[in-house]
């Protein structure tokens, strides 16, 4: 019982994750609404509990010799791995406007798709450590 309340969670967090990353990234579309998002929920918890480990074992090489620095493609594997399983969930390049708040810039510039995963794996990384932080 216990193993599948941290499923539970696991799905739940990886579910608010993505609805955010869909909310903030123009690059991130879910076709179908909330039924796609959960299918790409159900994929992207599987992925992570099932495929994840193995990426992880054939890259440990690389990781070792890079200290760790190499484990973000990874996540990003596990990404593109959702958008081949769920079709209707997409990533595609866009086109960052730019920011500006009293002396701050970020200029702007046109993302390529490889860069929208990079950040969009990031972001669900971070948010889902975030929940799982708060969970403790």
Do not use: C, E, H
Not at 1 to 27: C, E, H, Q, T, V
Not at 103 to 125: D, E, G, I, R
């Amino acid at each position: 019982m216990m193993g599948i309340k941290k499923y539970l969670r696991s799905f739940i967090f990886n579910l608010g994750a993505l609805w955010l990353a869909d909310y903030l990234f123009p690059g991130v579309s879910l076709a179908g609404g909330y039924q796609t998002l959960l299918l790409a929920t159900l994929a992207l918890t599987l992925v992570n509990l099932l495929v994840k480990p193995l990426v992880k074992l054939l890259l440990l090489p690389i990781n070792l010799i890079t200290l760790g620095m190499f484990r973000w493609l990874i996540n990003v594997v596990a990404l593109y791995l959702v958008t081949l399983i769920v079709p209707q969930f997409q990533i595609q390049g866009f086109l960052f406007p730019g920011f500006s708040f009293q002396n701050f810039s970020l200029p702007a510039v046109q993302l390529s798709t490889f860069w929208v995963y990079v950040l969009v794996s990031f972001f669900l990384s971070l948010v889902t450590s975030f929940l799982f932080w708060l969970r403790k």
